[in-house]
């Protein structure tokens, strides 16, 4: 799977660490802030990651910020992106099958390594249903992309 990755300073660590295990689980992976960078702000890795997703040269997203919050609230303004913030396996697993996610979003100061690992394991084992309940919910989110 194509994955893209990003993070703010405070998730910077814990990218590393996603990076390192979905590489050596064989995902591509782009690295979209491949460089510390103290000062730097949460929504432009968002949106980078968003975009990627949105614009289909990737299939999923992960974010890591100190929290989750602000890269799923600035991931979730692009059109077509679906972030969820997820703390739990399932979460992690039931937002894709019921909701399609596609960005999921950590918070680095609230997760360890391995909890954000089985996460990101979880999102990206998992498939949207398709089951007609589903479907319709998630056709009622996108209509409200549309205005």
Do not use: W
């Amino acid at each position: 799977m194509t994955i893209v990755i990003g993070c703010d300073h405070a998730g910077y660590a814990l990218k590393n660490v996603l990076l390192e295990m979905l590489r050596g689980e064989g995902h591509k992976v782009r690295d979209l802030t491949p460089d510390f960078d103290p000062e730097d702000d949460y929504p432009d890795s968002a949106i980078a990651v968003a975009r990627a997703v949105a614009n289909r040269s990737a299939e999923r997203g992960i974010l890591v910020c100190g929290s989750g919050v602000g890269a799923s609230v600035a991931a979730n303004k692009v059109h077509g992106v679906r972030a969820g913030l997820c703390h739990d396996t399932y979460s992690a697993r039931q937002g894709v099958e019921h909701d399609d996610i596609n960005v999921l979003c950590l918070g680095a100061r609230v997760v360890g390594d391995a909890v954000a690992q089985e996460l990101a394991r979880a999102f990206l084992g998992a498939r949207f249903s398709g089951e007609e309940r589903h479907a319709r919910r998630l056709k009622k989110v996108q209509d409200l992309e549309k205005g």
